[in-house]
């Protein structure tokens, strides 16, 4: 059996690449071709998913269970290993089913040397389970599945919250859509949903939203290629009312890809907008998206932080910052940034950061609106970077978010899984005439 036909050999193989360093999103649509069975397709996504949000623990354990330690080439078979714990800890298999199917994915690997090795340590487990499971819940780190640095980090900006967010990220999080309000109403496409069996619940706390009952495929969704939506958290949904938008306005989406937010700002309001990010090779996905959502934008390839290689020189009535950040606030999606992200990123992305705002403040007009939006959960990225921006600029104030989140600083801040939305954090500052 080849690997591309068993999902979790090739759930093993995109994991492996995951701790070698590939992005989550990549491996799983690198690695998920292939399958004839839609059902084998979901399993080995979910599995990837798994093994990703809980690697930091379930490699703990093979630590401590393993004699000696496997070849770096046998990576793939080290992620089969924490997969088959997932199975039996996290997704709730059968032992039998469980221990079988992985033992046999080892041939699929074209690794049958190494069955035995995987079936003794995965029966090893079961007979040791509860002491295993106390030893790991001993330590936070191996108990969340959370590296130790950040860990610290949650403790010391969100001391009264740190294990109500290391939960919410070990959760699956829900699908929100966002209703394209320029082609359909939201109850409207409600109703469309439901005709096609589809469960979907609306927001208090995003007019635009739709909350799915489950995961699923969003293309095949009625009205998706009709733009009649998008995909995108109630969260980050909060930006383009945030902005204050009128029409008429020139609008500045400074770090634009893959989308989602410029074109809730052209579905919010008639504005001309220019969508702007440093990497070219985003901006196809972009303007597709676009295009899909009948929508249009100036869409250029640029450095906001070097606007004198792109800016014409007009000023915006309106400038969107979402920053490049940890993405600490939005594990429970991305579980790799727990894999990924080191304590010495935070400080260079608060340079970057730092940056993009000094450099985009002088491209708004005189009584003008900047709001600066991150997906992370830290104050280092978050209120530490609007307390500093404005003390360097005079001309600089705060408005409080009009939203019903937890004050940080000058802005506001929302825990994963608050109202169902992840992790994000917005301020908002005006520039005097």
């Not at 995987?118 to 389970?129: D, G, M, S, Y």
């Not at 949650?154 to 309000?181: C, E, F, H, Y």
């Not at 390839?301 to 490049?324: C, M, Q």
């Not at 005189?366 to 830290?378: D, P």
Request: aromatic share 6%; glycine share 8%; proline share 4%.
């Amino acid at each position: 059996m080849s690997a591309k036909a068993d999902p979790r050999a090739l759930a093993a193989q995109a994991l492996a690449a995951v701790v070698a360093g590939q992005s989550l999103r990549a491996a799983a649509v690198e690695f998920s071709t292939g399958f004839a069975d839609a059902r084998e397709r979901a399993l080995m996504s979910a599995l990837l998913h798994e093994g990703a949000r809980w690697w930091l623990r379930f490699d703990a354990a093979l630590d401590a269970m393993l004699e000696r330690p496997l070849r770096e080439r046998d990576l793939d078979i080290r992620a089969l290993l924490v997969l088959g714990l997932v199975q039996l800890e996290i997704m709730g298999l059968s032992d039998y089913a469980a221990v079988a199917a992985t033992v046999e994915a080892t041939r699929a690997l074209r690794k049958p040397a190494l069955a035995g090795l995987v079936n003794a340590l995965l029966r090893r487990w079961l007979r040791e389970r509860e002491t295993r499971r106390g030893d790991l819940d001993r330590d936070t780190a191996t108990r969340t599945a959370h590296p130790r640095w950040l860990i610290e980090k949650l403790q010391a900006d969100w001391p009264g919250d740190v294990d109500s967010i290391l939960a919410a990220n070990n959760t699956l999080a829900p699908l929100w859509l966002r209703v394209n309000r320029r082609r359909i109403a939201r109850a409207e496409f409600a109703a469309q949903l439901a005709q096609s069996g589809v469960a979907a619940a609306a927001s208090a706390h995003a007019p635009d939203a739709l909350i799915l009952d489950s995961s699923r495929d969003v293309t095949a969704l009625p009205g998706y290629a009709q733009g009649f939506f998008s995909v995108q958290d109630g969260a980050a949904q909060q930006a383009a009312g945030l902005l204050g938008l009128r029409a008429g306005q020139r609008v500045l989406d400074a770090c634009a890809a893959p989308g989602g937010k410029s074109a809730h700002i052209l579905e919010t309001a008639d504005v001309e907008l220019t969508a702007l990010d440093a990497d070219a090779r985003r901006l196809p996905r972009l303007r597709e998206n676009l295009q899909r959502l009948g929508l249009s934008a100036d869409v250029r390839a640029g450095d906001a932080a070097h606007p004198g290689d792109w800016w014409d020189g007009k000023p915006y009535d309106r400038i969107l910052v979402d920053a490049p950040c940890s993405a600490t606030g939005i594990i429970r999606r991305q579980p790799d940034v727990k894999l990924h992200r080191r304590a010495d990123d935070i400080s260079t992305l608060a340079g970057t950061q730092a940056r993009l705002l000094d450099a985009l403040w002088p491209m708004l007009r005189g009584g003008g609106r900047l709001v600066y939006a991150t997906c992370s959960m830290l104050a280092d990225e978050n209120a530490s970077r609007i307390e500093a921006f404005l003390a360097r600029h005079a001309d600089a104030r705060a408005i409080a978010p009009a939203l019903p989140w937890r004050a940080a600083g000058a802005g506001v801040q929302n825990l994963p899984g608050e109202s169902g939305m992840d992790g994000f954090f917005y301020a908002i500052v005006a520039k005097d005439n």
